[in-house]
């Protein structure tokens, strides 16, 4: 009874797992997956996906490159016993290309099973390239851009300096980074400067003020401040 009872919660946690699981022998063919393994890659069902499998191999079935599921097995077979962990491109159901991270390993039951788990990353993959090709963006305006552009932390301290800075007042940005931006500005212009700031963290509005900056040879250029 304690056995029956036992597989019944195994049997439950593998249905019900929010990751796909699967056990499939080294020569390609599924001997069981679950159900979020079927509905990742599109299938209404593990047996539909089972049946559509075997009629010919995982690897020329799910693999975007066939021949990487040789490598797969080449380094659960490394791993001695062990769990290996790669990512992986997988054609669904619907030719479409999903991003999965696999953990693996040869079964200690069988030699000749692989079993493991897997995980659609797809979408966090592609805000992550979302966010690298945003901040190139960014990175293009900023260099391109005719104005001074910095970032000031909560101590007043330059952050992000743009390359700008060298042409207009002759500071490299290596130069400025981790200084106290106000020692910079005209003394006349300090005390103004910091009062401005103070009310400014409390509002979210645009502050546009005309500030003099010193440049490296010690004269001062009026600026037009957007913060």
Known sequence: TKMKESDRRHGSLFDNA???????TIGGKVVQVNSEFARILGYSSPDEFRETINRSSISEIIYEWPEERDFLITKAIEADGGWAEME???RKKDGSICIVNLVFRISQDD????????EDITERRRAERLV???E???HRIISNSSDLICEIDERGMYTFVSDRYETLLGYKPDELLGTLSIK?????DIKNAVEKSRRLKSTTGTSVNEWRF???DGDYRIFECRS
Do not use: C, T
């Open 18 to 24: 929010p990751i796909g699981i699967f056990y499939s």
């Open 214 to 216: 010193m440049q490296k």
């Open 136 to 138: 190139a963006k960014l």
């Open 184 to 188: 910079k500005m005209h003394p006349d």
């Open 132 to 134: 690298i090709e945003n």
């Open 111 to 118: 030699p000749d099973m692989l079993e493991g788990f897997f």
């Open 88 to 90: 992986r491109r997988y």
